[in-house]
């Protein structure tokens, strides 16, 4: 059982940034795929960026990208998502989970998630 624990939301302005941390206790994060997803109110979950096990590589939202950048930081074991130039449209419930995903697709059927953490883009 992998458990994994989102922190870093809250409340933000337009065009401000958010870094967003998830780190797992009891296993390596650098075995698994990591995932960031979000779901805003009355809508479907979708997947935001994620991060391969095997060679690194990195997908993300198209409306994300160049604004969303998601790393590892191995020594303390988390799985980092750095929002910049936050929009409206960018409000929602983000959580971390473990899946899998290469550089143009994201497997949604995500096998451990975490509890989510709140991020409100809000003028």
């Known amino acids: 059982q992998v458990q994994l624990v989102e922190s870093g939301g809250g409340l933000v302005q337009p065009g401000g940034s958010r870094r967003l941390s998830c780190t797992a206790s009891g296993t390596s994060l650098d075995y698994y795929a990591i995932g960031w997803f979000r779901q805003a109110p009355g809508k479907e979950r979708e997947a935001v960026s994620c991060i391969s096990s095997s060679d690194g590589s990195t997908f993300y939202k198209t409306s994300v990208k160049g604004r969303f950048t998601i790393s590892r930081d191995n020594a303390k074991n988390t799985v980092i998502l750095q929002m910049n130039s936050l929009k409206l449209e960018d409000t929602g419930v983000y959580y971390c989970?473990?899946?899998?995903?290469?550089?143009?697709?994201?497997?949604?059927?995500?096998?451990?998630w975490g509890q989510g953490t709140q991020v409100t883009v809000s003028a």
């Open positions: 989970a473990v899946t899998r995903c290469d550089s143009t697709y994201v497997d949604l059927t995500a096998d451990y």
